[in-house]
Nanobody, 123 residues
Framework: VQLQASGGGLVQAGGSLRLSCAVSGRTSRDYVMGWFRQAPEKEREFVATISRSGGRTEHADSVKGRFTISRDNAKNTVYLQMNSLKPEDTAVYFC?????????????????WGQGTQVTVSS
């Protein structure tokens, strides 16, 4: 399976962006999907995950109430709607896929990764 993330960019604090992750090679409904981010000189950290059907989601405490993960399996695409962005949200954002059905916040549990898209939030 291949993952292609897009939608990053430069935005002012308080602004919004929507990231997309296009899944190809297999149908996206076979995979739990996740979003992670990595800022310079920091560890990759969990942002959000969504079950195969979309019925269950989990978000990191740092983004709860501001970010929302969703998916459209008919379009083989997963989204991350990011509102009320803060400078500390600046990072490269990666989408990831996990074949086994349980949602998880652990990067090592995901088998497939996209190339990342840069999000920069200015103050």
């Amino acid at each position: 399976v291949q993952l292609q993330a897009s939608g990053g960019g430069l935005v002012q604090a308080g602004g919004s962006l929507r990231l997309s992750c296009a899944v190809s090679g297999r149908t996206s409904r076979d995979y739990v999907m996740g979003w992670f981010r990595q800022a310079p000189e920091k560890e990759r950290e969990f942002v959000a995950t969504i079950s195969r059907s979309g019925g269950r989601t989990e978000h990191a405490d740092s983004v709860k109430g501001r970010f929302t993960i969703s998916r459209d399996n008919a379009k083989n695409t997963v989204y991350l709607q990011m509102n009320s962005l803060k400078p500390e949200d600046t990072a490269v954002y990666f989408c990831a896929a996990r074949y086994t059905p349980l949602v998880t916040a652990t990067p090592g549990d995901y088998q497939y990764w996209g190339q990342g898209t840069q999000v920069t939030v200015s103050s």
